[in-house]
C-alpha cells in the first residue's frame, strides 16, 4: 500500500498542475469506447472466458457504464491493473473509472483525490481454518500460523484483531492469493484468511471443501466500489446513479426480462416510471438519454441478476446475499430514492 | 632364413581383431570406468540414481496420466477418481486455453474464420455484413463469435484466425535466418531490411501505406544523404540527411507551419490510401498478450539493443571526453535502476511530462524501455571484449592508415565482437525473461494470462499446469539461443586451441 499512495501522490501531483479533463464524458464518447480498470483476474468479480470475453461482477457494473455513456455494453476496453498501479492508472487518466474491488477507505477518498461512487459489494475479512484443527471461533486461534497478504490492508487488519484480542499469531507472509492457497493447502499455515469472498471461491476449489471452515468473525469492514477522479463531477454522478440504478431495479422488481415491457407505458409505481424514464427527465439531468436506465437494465439486468449469475449460491464462488441484500431484505443495499 | 620348409605355418594374413575381454569394452566398461570407479563414486552414483528415480517415481505418473479433455478442474478430478487414478495433471486447461496463452486477447480473424468454416450459420445470421457489418449489433456479434469458437477445433481457429500473427512469426524466422547463418544466399538480406515494417503492418494493421511510407521515407532520407555526400562529403550528406528526416516525419517549424503541408508523412500516406485503400483491421497495442508479447517485445529490444550497444561501448571509450561523458551516464544511470522502476516509470510517470490527451502507446514504451536496458548491458559486455583486445591490434589498425571506423569495422569489432558472444546471448536471455516483468504494468504477458485463466469458475485452483506449459514456451526459445551462441563460437574459432 505505501508504495501505491506514494505514486498516487506523484500522480496527484501532476493532477495538480493541471492535466487532468473534466470532460470524461465527452472524451468517452468520442473514443467510442469506455475505459475501465479492471482485476487482472479475480473469481466471480472478473476472469476473461475461453473465447476471452471479460465476464464477472465488477466486469459487469463496468458494462453497465459503458451503456449509460455510449449504449453499447461491449464498448469497454479492460485494462488490467494491479493493486499496486490502480490508483495510479486513473488519477493519470489511463482509465475513465476504476472498478477493481477496491476498498472505500477514508484516505483514498481524500488523500488520493479520488471519489468512490458508492458501494457494489460489502465485503468483509475472513479466516479459514481445516476443521480437523476443532477451532470454532477466530478467538481460540492463539498462536497459529497465519497466511496472509503482503501490502494490504487485511494484514493491518489482522494485527489489529490479535492485539485488540491479546492473543499472538505468527504470519507467513503470501504475495498472491494463487500462492497463499498453495502455502495453506500445504500445511505452511493453520490460517488463511482474506476477504470473505475471496475465501469462499478459493474453498470452492478445494477437493474435499468440506473439511475446512470459514470462521464466523467478520474482523474488517471492505465495502467495495466504482472509483472516479476529483474534479469531474458530472461523470462521477454517471458512474454513482448507473449503479443506484441497477440496486433500485432490483427494489422495485425490474429485471432484464420484463424492464421493455414496463418501459413501454407508465406503470402504476411513479419511481418506476422517473427510474425508466417514462415520466420526468431523469436522463437530461445526467446528460443521458431519457431511457438510459432502460438499456442497462436490459443490457445487464439488475443487481440480484448479475450477482446471482457471477458470485451467486448457485456459482462456484456460492456467496449468499449477506449484507448485499436489499435494505428490504435486511442488507445494506440501499438506492437513494429516483425523483 | 632361406629354409622356408622348416617353418611349419607362417601367417598369410592378419588376424581379425579380437574382442576385447568381457568387461571391457562397450557400455560396461564405460560404466565402470564413469560410475564405479571406486568406493566414493559408487556410493553417489547409487545415490543418485535413487534420487532420480524418486523423483521421476513421483511426477511421471502424474504428468502421463494427464486429462486431457475436460470442461473445468472439478471435472478433470471426477474423471480421475473414475479411472481409479492417485494423482493425474489436468492438461485439459492447456488443451482449452494454450490460444489465450499464445496470443493473449488479440482477436481473432472472425470473418475469415466464419466464411471457411461457419458457412451456413453465418448465412442464417444474415451474411457477413449483418453480422461483422459497420451497423451490426456487438453483443450479438459476440455471441456469435462465441458459438463459431465453440465448435471449432482449437487448431483450426489456430492456423486461420490468428494467421496474422503465424505469418508475422514465420517471416521473421525467414527474416532472421540469413542474418544468423552465413551459408544462406545473402540476396535474403534484403528482406530482413524490409521485416520490420511487413512485422508492423501483420501484427498492427491498419493501413498498408503507413509502414510502406515510413520505409519509402527513410528510404529517401537515406538517397538524399548519399546524393549530397558525393557532392560535399560526409558532414554535408549527413546534415542532408537529417533534414530529410526532419521533413518528412516532423514538423521542421512547428510555430509557423502548423497542421500544413509538412510533416510531408501524413500527407503522402493519406492520398496513396484514397488512390489504393488497402490494408487489414487495425489491433490496438492493449490487445496483444501472452507469449507473442514476449516475442514482441524480446525480438525488437534484441534487435535494437545490439547496435545502441556497441555505439555505447565505443563512445565510452572514445577520446572526445563529451562523447565519453554521456555514454558514460546513460549506462551507469540505466543500468543502476532496476527494470521494474524504469517500467513503472514508463507506465504512468510519463504521462505527466507528455501534453495531456496524448496517448503513447503502452506496448512502444515498453519496447523503447527494455532496449535502453539492453543496451546499457551490452555496452558492458562489448566493453569487455574490447578491453581484452591487445593494444597491438589497435596500433596495427592504425599504422595501416584506417580511419577510425574503418579500423574498427575491419580490425577491432570482428575480434571483440568473437571474444564478447557468450555475454552477449546471456544478456539477451535475460532480457527475454524479463518481459515477464511486464505484467506489472498493465499488459498481460503469459504468467499475467495464468492468473486471468485461473480467476475463471472453471480452473481457479489450478498452478502447476499452467506454470510448466509457461515455463517450456520459455525454455525452448532460450535454449535455442544458448546453443546458437555455441554453435557460432565454434564457427568463428578461428585461433589455435
Known sequence: ????????????????????????????????????????????????????????????????????????AQAVEFVPLTSQTRFTALAAGEVDVLVRNSTWTFSRDTDLKLDFKGVNYYDGQGFMVRSDLGVSSARDLDGATVCIQTG??????????????NISYEPVPVQTNAEGQQQYLAGACDVYTTDVSGLAATRATFEDAASHIILPEIVSKEPLGPVVRHGDNDWGDI???????????????????????????????????????????????????????VNIIAAVGNYGEIFEAHIGENTSVGLARGLNAQWTDGGLMYAPPFR | MSKQSSVAFVRREMLPPAPPPPGQAGVLRWMRENLFSSVTNTALTILSLYFIWSVLASIMPWTLNGIWVAGSLTECREIRDARGLETAACWAVINERWLQLLFGFYPT?????????????????GGLEA????????TDRIEFVGMMKGDLSNFTIFLFGYWRPLLAVALLVVAVAPILYSSLPRSLLFFSMLYPFVGVFLFWGGSIWGPMTVAIGLAAAFFIGRFFAKRFGLLGGGIAAVAAFIFIFL???PFIDHGGLFPLFPHVKDVLHSIIPFGLSAIPSDQFGGFMLAIIIGTSGIVLSLPIGILLALGRQSTMPFIRWVCVTFIEVIRGVPLIVWLFVASTLLKYFLPPGSSFDALLRVIILVTLFASAYIAEVVRGGLAALPTGQYEAADSLGLDYWKSMQLIVLPQALKISIPGIVNTFIGLFKDTTLVVFVGLRDPLGLTNAIRATGEWNGIYWELYIFVALLFFTFCFFMSRYSMYLERKLQTDRR
Open chain 2, 251 to 253: 514538423n521542421p517549424l
Open chain 2, 131 to 138: 453480422v461483422f457489418g459497420a451497423a451490426s449489433n456487438a
Open chain 1, 239 to 293: 458512474v454513482g446513479w448507473t449503479l443506484n440504478a441497477l440496486i433500485a431495479a432490483e427494489e422495485y422488481g425490474v429485471t432484464s426480462a420484463n424492464v421493455r415491457e414496463l418501459a413501454a407505458a407508465p406503470t402504476d409505481n411513479p419511481e418506476i416510471n422517473r427510474l425508466l424514464g417514462t415520466e420526468g427527465e431523469l436522463g437530461a439531468m445526467l446528460g443521458l438519454p431519457n431511457d438510459w436506465a
Open chain 2, 109 to 125: 480473424d472472425d470473418k475469415l474464420l466464419s466464411s471457411l468454416f461457419y458457412a451456413e450459420p453465418l448465412a442464417t445470421a
Open chain 1, 152 to 165: 494490504t490492508t487485511t494484514e493491518l487488519n489482522l494485527a489489529d484483531f490479535f492485539r485488540v484480542n
Open chain 1, 1 to 72: 500500500m505505501k508504495k501505491s499512495i506514494f505514486l498516487g501522490t506523484l500522480a496527484v501531483a501532476g493532477l495538480a498542475a493541471g492535466l487532468a479533463s473534466a470532460q470524461t464524458l465527452a472524451e468517452v464518447q468520442a473514443r467510442g469506447t469506455l475505459k475501465c480498470g479492471s482485476n487482472e483476474g479475480l473469481a466471480g468479480f472478473a476472469a476473461p472466458d475461453a473465447n476471452g470475453n471479460m465476464q464477472g461482477f465488477d466486469v459487469s457494473l463496468c458494462r453497465a457504464i459503458a451503456v449509460a455513456a455510449l449504449g453499447d
